[in-house]
């Protein structure tokens, strides 16, 4: 079944606000990199195909150019988080997962206050609903991935079994089985 035809969306979702995310991590990423912010314009036309009216759907795209590894500095980020507290969004939409936040403490609790206010959530995989337990999990490890990709890409991976963890100047070291 497509999205475009899921019995997810209720009346009362369609009743509120869609609101659109969209964020690239530097603002070398927003100049060189037009096509993704194309591509996260354009769930607009996801939300209409779910049945959104064209004036529900609110872009929050001002964390263009900021890291979304922290939510200090992300107006856009805490104010699509007030929107979904309030309970004024029936979806939030993002391009992946990681473009809402790329630590699990924030996301986790977007994930939290999304399902005790009905908030659905979608991305380009697919249309998720946080109160279901599958739903979730699976938004759960999107999150932890995000987490683990953005720590690799800054040598700072837990994903990584490779990584030599040191508990203090002088500790004794761990590796992964198998590993040197």
Known sequence: MSIENSDKVTAEHLRLD???????????????????TQRQYALRGRAVA?????DRIVVIDSDQGRSGASTAGR????RLVAEVSMGRAGI??????????????????LLEI???????ILDEDGLYDPRTFNDRLVLGMKGTMSEALCRSRHKASYADPAVVLRWRPGAVMATAPGRR
Do not use: I
């Open 75 to 78: 107006d856009g980020f805490q």
């Open 18 to 36: 869609a609101c659109l995310y969209v964020r690239q991590t530097s603002l070398k990423q927003v100049v060189n990199n037009s096509e993704s």
């Open 114 to 120: 999304c399902a005790l206010s009905g908030t659905l």
């Open 50 to 54: 779910l049945g959104w009216e064209e």
């Open 92 to 109: 939030v939409l993002g391009l992946e997962v990681s473009r809402l936040a790329r630590n699990n403490t924030d996301w986790h609790r």
